[in-house]
């Protein structure tokens, strides 16, 4: 050290470098340990040798000298491998201490302004690790290795960026070492979000397909591919966004049926099911699985037909309107004068709804007809079924009046479905509450189904005994207004508002007073009277009883719980007219809750010749139309002669 403090290890003299000495850019002579030397010539021993062991000629390779950063004060003491080593141990000290490092890798290369101002490393130990690179890389491609060989090229190109860069050290002088990556824009705008885009658990509904509608509005509609809540089991589900992209693809890889465990074989019975809380078939994991907001769509349907032998040509308007996005789970289906052949009707039903419904249970009293049918899929968590009649007419041969109720638990929820038909005439009022008197009082359900809430029960009313009730069919409950007033008051509607026809309804005054129906409820009604019209047209009554036109068919709810039941349609079918009655219809999001599997099962029963016979004439039918279609004599081209 000299009296100004300047370290006298580094010549500023510009002679010609020894073996052990090293020129930086600006000419001066660095002063290099013989332990660095001696590296050097090991590296050349070791490349001659592997020259020798390939059979050819290698010349030592001749590392050049790089070009070195601006140089800070040496320690005189030790060696530069123990130097290093401290710089490295005081770095890594420094590193740990800063706060700055544990911040996000897009800004590891920013420049921290409270670093160092020198860059300070060993030339020694540069040179050392750019021969021993340097060597390695040459042996393995002189070997043949053929990654290397491959790499040849893209080695060079990364070694000459690294000599752009040591050269240029230097114009980085009182900058920090520590760089931080910038944040990454992107280049573009992000794509949009697709619209089907869809929640982690997919939808209980059922998207209505093409062929199960036969309407000529839909041939313009784009249909998309359907997304079905039960493709894989919910542990695949759980941490991914499903749309039809990501269904597709699990489609390929992963079984449509859902794992089972030994445990779960051992312990389950289809038709008995296990008194297990965990992993229940009717519990709570299998519920969310399958209906996320534990809601299950019921459609409903009402309709007097008037004891007509011809059915309807095409029931899709009845049971699969054009407004209605999404086909519903359960479909109940209530007849009043049905038509002579019950077996024809089921059949058409059937054929309706297609192969994604299959017929759970039908019943009837006399031509009273109760029908439900089921998504296919959803069968296994609902009960066995049991039904019970009740006449209303003082000769109990005579079944036109009267009522049918099926009952049924779906999962932990008990539904009773009630379809009647009430004493006839504009007067009788009070002989129609008496046939719901004797009805609820009279109707022997359940019959081995649990009470889900024994407490809420009253032996004297049927409807206490179960979580969710609906009641429709065909009341006659008429309007207490003139004809000619009736049709006055009709013109005068706007945008379907009937509050001043029902200020003159017969059910909704006896509903006010208590008096019937106690605890249901029924939706608004923004359609016009369903009864008394001419067979085929839209036109009332025009015989010479004139009756006045009425709300006779209704469909009404009732619930334990506040608010399980959600009403998303209430609305007349007015494209139906092979009846006097035009049939009612209304849609439901009915809340579940989880169940034991200490119920009987239906154990996946249904009307299998049924569906069978329905889905070979819906191929039938398909078939005629695309031979109607194919063929020369149906063009609608007119030629002019």
């Given amino acids: 050290m000299s009296e100004n403090g300047e370290d006298r290890s580094v010549y500023l003299t510009c002679k010609a470098p020894d073996d052990g000495d090293a020129l930086n850019t600006d000419g001066r002579k660095v002063k290099m340990s013989f332990k660095d030397v001696k590296s050097t010539k090991e590296h ?56 700055a490092e544990t911040g996000s890798s897009t800004d590891s290369l920013k420049e921290d302004p409270t670093a160092p101002s020198a860059f300070v490393l060993g030339s020694a130990t540069s040179v050392k690790n750019e021969q021993y690179s340097n060597v390695r890389r040459l042996s ?63 939808r209980a509904a059922n998207r209505i ?40 693809s699990m489609k390929s890889i992963n079984s449509v049926l859902s794992p089972i465990r030994p445990q779960d074989v051992r312990n389950r019975s289809f038709l008995e099911g296990s008194v297990l809380g965990s992993g229940a078939l009717l519990g709570a994991e299998e519920l969310d699985r399958y209906f996320p907001d534990r809601r299950v769509g019921v459609y409903i349907v009402t309709w007097n037909m008037q004891g007509e032998k011809f059915l309807p040509a095409n029931l899709n308007d009845l049971l699969l309107p054009t407004d209605s996005e999404f086909a519903q789970d359960f479909y109940i289906i209530g007849v009043q004068e049905g038509c002579p ?42 009960s066995e079924v049991e039904h ?9 041969q005579i079944k036109t009046k009267g009522a049918v109720g099926i009952a049924f638990m779906f999962f932990g929820t008990s ?47 049927v409807t206490t005994r179960f979580d969710q009730v609906f009641w429709f069919g065909d009341f006659n409950f008429r309007l207490n207004k003139d004809r000619a007033d009736v049709e006055t008051i009709m013109k005068r509607t706007v945008e379907g508002d009937m509050s001043q026809l029902l200020e003159h309804d017969q059910l909704s005054k006896e509903m006010k007073d208590g008096s019937i129906f106690k605890g249901f409820q029924e939706s608004t009604i923004n359609f016009f009277p369903t009864y008394k019209f001419d067979i085929g047209c839209d036109n009332y009554d025009t015989t010479s009883k004139q009756r006045t036109p009425s709300y006779t068919d209704r469909i009404l709810f009732k619930s334990r719980q506040a608010n399980d039941i959600k009403v998303v349609k209430y609305n007349s079918c007015s494209s139906i007219k092979t009846s006097d009655h035009r049939p009612v219809i209304a849609v439901f999001q009915v809340k ?43 063009s609608t081209i007119c030629s002019i002669s």
């Avoid at 539904?415 to 006839?424: A, G, N, W």
């Avoid at 169940?595 to 889905?615: A, H, Q, V």
Wanted: some cysteine; charged content about 25%; proline content about 6%.
């Fill in 388 to 396: 019970a009649t009740v006449t209303t007419r003082i000769i109990s």
């Fill in 592 to 634: 579940l809750r989880p169940g034991r599997d200490n119920i009987p099962l239906c154990g996946g029963l249904f009307d299998r010749s049924l569906y069978l016979e329905g889905i070979r004439r819906r191929m039938t039918a398909r078939e005629l139309r695309k031979r109607a279609m194919t063929s020369p004599n149906s």
């Fill in 415 to 461: 539904f009773l479905f009630i379809t009647s038909h009430f004493t006839s005439g504009d007067a009788k009022v009070y002989e129609r509450i008496l046939d719901y008197n004797k009805i609820i009082e009279a109707l022997a359900l359940p019959k081995g189904l649990p009470d889900t809430n024994p407490y809420r029960s009253t032996p004297s009313d």
């Fill in 140 to 202: 393995a491609i002189r070997t043949g290795s053929p990654v290397f060989q491959d790499r040849e090229r893209s080695l060079s190109e990364c070694d000459s960026r690294s000599n752009s860069q040591q050269s240029n050290r230097s114009d980085h002088r009182g900058r920090s070492t520590k760089l931080r990556l910038s944040p990454v824009q992107p280049t573009g705008p992000l794509p949009a979000l697709d619209k089907n885009f869809a929640s982690a658990t997919l």
């Fill in 44 to 99: 050349n021993a070791g490349l001659a040798l592997l020259s020798r062991n390939a059979g050819e000629e290698m010349t030592p390779y001749q590392p050049q000298p790089p070009s070195l950063p601006r140089l800070t004060k040496l320690i005189k003491s030790g060696s530069v491998d123990e130097t290093v080593r401290t710089r490295r141990l005081k770095n890594s000290q420094e590193s740990l201490s800063d706060q």
């Fill in 341 to 382: 052949d019950r077996r024809e009707w089921e059949t058409c039903l059937q054929e309706t709804l297609g192969p994604h419904y299959v017929m759970l249970y039908a019943t009837s009293h006399g031509v009273l007809y109760l029908t439900v049918f089921i998504r296919r899929d959803l069968m296994w968590f609902c």
């Fill in 209 to 248: 397909d093409r062929d199960c509608l036969d309407y000529a509005v839909l041939a313009k509609e784009k249909f998309g591919e359907k997304i079905h809540r039960n493709l894989s089991d919910s542990r695949l589900l759980e941490n991914m966004g499903s749309d039809s992209a990501s269904v597709n």
